[in-house]
């Protein structure tokens, strides 16, 4: 039988852990992304990726599903911005 053995980034994130990951966020995107119910490893996964460090969990590694929706949750205002032409 094999056993998973639990870390602290193993849990989900509470909203405290959220803001100290991903400083200067509203409180729309802060309940997008609870309702994921994230454990830490993937906030901080979607943290670095946004950072450009993605070398630190291994390049050309996909992120997690969950990882992926926080960074689509805090890059959407990014997408939506009208051209200016």
Known sequence: MTHKTTTA???VA?????LRIIANLDDEKLLDIM?????????????LWLAGDSDVF???KPLSSIAGEIVAI????EQEEPSTR
């Open 9 to 11: 980034h193993d849990i």
């Open 14 to 18: 509470s909203p405290d852990d959220i």
């Open 35 to 47: 309702a994921l119910q994230p454990t830490i490893r993937d906030v901080e996964e979607a943290s």
């Open 58 to 60: 291994g390049a050309g």
């Open 74 to 77: 805090l890059t959407a205002d």
